[in-house]
């Protein structure tokens, strides 16, 4: 799996969003932190004993969707309706275990990928997005931060606080409020703030080590606040996990955003179309 991994992320005819596994400690990172065992929604084709192919479903409770892995196949063993038949057994997954719908995503130049979603039923969905990756020795860190703004790890009794800000920056989001609370049980959610008022947020999930939902209430925005919340938080999230790689997604034509991850030292990985399909 690691390797077909691997192989797609190089190659960008054949580049999907999920997974972007480099290495085994990514991938054993991430599974093990899935809340449904991986056995019963990740699914493995093989021949003589080796994976020549394998997609799946990420299904989480409380979630209303199922994220789609793959379906990556190994270059000799295509052409076989392999693909498809992991792509509808990834469905059926879905489906059985009550998710309303799922999101998946090709890149730009994979049109085998996209084909074989589209063919599914899977509408394209926005813009493209484009996916970003930093590490410790890369990243380029922000001092000082605007005057009075403090950034810190938030507790569970900052929920309404990290609440308002995700609702107003990300207005469409998905995150349900339990995923919320359990990210600042864990101390994985941070905010910056300013005389006790919640200027901005940022989550760093360390099972997937990826960015999520970097947002800035909208009178701080352009004033650096996003800038210094970022780099404050992987400065926490690195003393604690030294050299992990990190990533995030943001929107291909959201040029601020993109111009401050450049600014702090992300790499760009890959650009994805996003697709969906209800269930």
């Known amino acids: 799996m690691l390797e077909l991994s691997r192989h797609a992320l190089q190659r960008p005819a054949e580049q999907v969003g999920n997974p972007l596994w480099k290495t085994r400690d990514e991938l054993e990172s991430e599974l093990a932190d899935w809340e449904m065992d ?8 093989e021949h003589d004993g080796a994976v020549v192919g394998f997609g799946g479903v990420e299904v989480s409770p409380g979630w209303e969707h199922a994220d789609l892995f793959g379906p990556l196949v ?23 275990r009550g998710a309303e719908r799922i999101v998946g995503s090709v890149g730009t130049r994979n049109l085998g990928g996209r084909l074989l979603l589209e063919r599914a039923g899977f509408k394209q969905q926005g813009t493209a997005s484009a996916i970003f990756r930093v590490t410790p020795a890369d990243h380029r860190w922000v001092e000082p931060g605007p005057p009075g703004v403090t950034v810190r790890p938030g507790t569970s009794d900052d929920l309404d606080t990290a609440l308002h800000l995700y609702r107003e920056c990300f207005p469409g989001g998905v995150f349900p409020d339990a995923a919320w609370r359990e990210g600042l049980e864990a101390g994985s959610v941070y905010l910056a703030e300013a005389e006790g008022t919640g200027l901005a947020i940022v989550n760093i999930d360390p099972s997937d080590r990826w960015i ?46 993109l111009r401050l991850y450049r600014r702090q030292g992300f790499a760009p990985l890959l650009v994805v179309d996003s697709f969906e399909l209800p269930l």
């Open 38 to 45: 991986p056995e019963e929604t990740l699914l493995v084709e």
């Open 74 to 96: 190994a270059p000799e063993f295509r052409g076989r309706k392999l693909g498809t038949l992991l792509l509808e057994a990834s469905i059926e997954r879905a489906e059985d």
């Open 212 to 257: 999520y939902h970097l947002g800035v209430t909208e009178s701080e925005r352009s004033h650096g606040v996003g800038s210094y919340i970022l780099s404050r938080a992987l400065a926490d999230y690195w003393e604690r996990r030294p050299g992990d790689a990190l990533g995030l997604s943001v929107r291909a034509d959201n040029l601020p955003a």
